[in-house]
C-alpha cells in the first residue's frame, strides 16, 4: 500500500478503516429499519466493507503507481485503446456509475509511449475512487500529459449512471458523454479523426 493521497485539496485520505466501515453499515441498517443480526444480513456489514475497500482502491493508488512501463519506440502517430470498461461510484449518492472509457494520445517528439493495459489500469486508478464523470474525464487526461508528455491526449468516457436510473429522475438508458483534449488532438482536423476512430465502432 503506498502513502495516503491528496485528492483535489480535500485534505489527506487516511488509510481504509475496515472496522469503522463495517460498523457504519450496521449502522446505516439499523437506520432503514433492518435488523443487522438477522441470518441473512449478519455478515453483510463486514463484506460491505471489504466491497468498498476493493471499490475504493484507487484512493491509495497514484496514477505513476501503474504508468509505469514505458518505452521509447519512435512511434509518433496516435494511439488508442477504446471501450475500456469502467465502473466507478458517484460520489453524491454513493451509487454505481458505469460504461467505458477511450484513451487515447499521439506520443512525445521521442516516442515515449507506454503498455496498453496500463492505459486500462490508469482508469481504474481514478474510477475505484468517490467521483463524478467530469473530474473522472480530466484526471485521467492531464495524468497522461504529466506523465507521458506527449503531443497530444483525448479521453471520452461514456456512462450510465444508476443515480438517475434506479432513484431520482428515473431515467434508465441515459448516457452522459465527457471528454478531455489536450494538446495537438485540439486541433479541429486531428480531434475529428479521433472522435471518429472512437464512435465509429
Ligand atoms: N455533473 C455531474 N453530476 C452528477 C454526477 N453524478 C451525479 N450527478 C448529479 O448530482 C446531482 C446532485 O443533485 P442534488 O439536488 O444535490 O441531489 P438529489 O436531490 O439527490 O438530486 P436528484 O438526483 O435530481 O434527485 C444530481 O443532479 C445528479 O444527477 C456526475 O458525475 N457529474
Ligand atoms: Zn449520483
Redesign the pocket.
Known amino acids: 500500500m503506498t502513502d495516503p493521497v491528496t485528492l483535489d485539496g480535500a485534505g489527506p485520505i487516511g488509510v481504509f478503516d475496515e472496522k469503522r466501515a463495517e460498523s457504519a453499515v450496521r449502522e446505516l441498517l439499523l437506520a432503514v429499519g433492518e435488523d443487522p443480526d438477522r441470518e441473512g444480513l449478519r455478515e453483510t456489514p463486514a463484506r460491505v466493507a471489504r466491497a468498498y475497500a476493493e471499490i475504493f482502491a484507487g484512493l491509495w493508488q497514484e496514477p505513476e503507481d501503474v504508468l509505469t512501463t514505458t518505452f521509447d519506440l519512435g512511434h509518433d502517430e496516435m494511439v488508442l485503446v477504446k471501450d475500456i470498461e469502467v465502473y466507478s461510484t458517484?460520489e453524491?449518492?454513493l451509487v454505481p456509475?458505469h460504461g467505458v472509457a477511450h484513451v487515447g494520445y499521439i506520443p512525445s517528439q521521442d516516442g515515449k509511449i507506454t503498455g496498453l493495459s496500463k492505459l486500462a489500469r490508469l482508469v481504474d486508478v481514478y474510477a475505484r475512487r468517490p467521483?463524478?464523470?467530469?473530474r473522472l474525464t480530466t484526471q485521467i487526461a492531464e495524468s497522461l500529459v504529466r506523465i507521458l508528455e506527449p503531443r497530444g491526449v483525448i479521453v471520452v468516457v461514456e456512462c450510465e449512471?444508476m443515480?438517475?436510473s434506479m432513484?431520482?429522475?428515473r431515467k434508465p438508458g441515459a448516457k452522459?458523454i465527457t471528454s478531455a483534449v489536450r494538446g495537438q488532438l485540439r486541433d479541429p482536423a486531428s480531434r475529428s479523426e479521433a472522435m471518429s476512430l472512437i464512435i465509429g465502432r
Do not use: D, S
Open positions: 458517484c453524491h449518492h456509475f467521483q463524478v464523470q467530469e449512471h443515480c438517475m432513484r431520482g429522475i452522459t
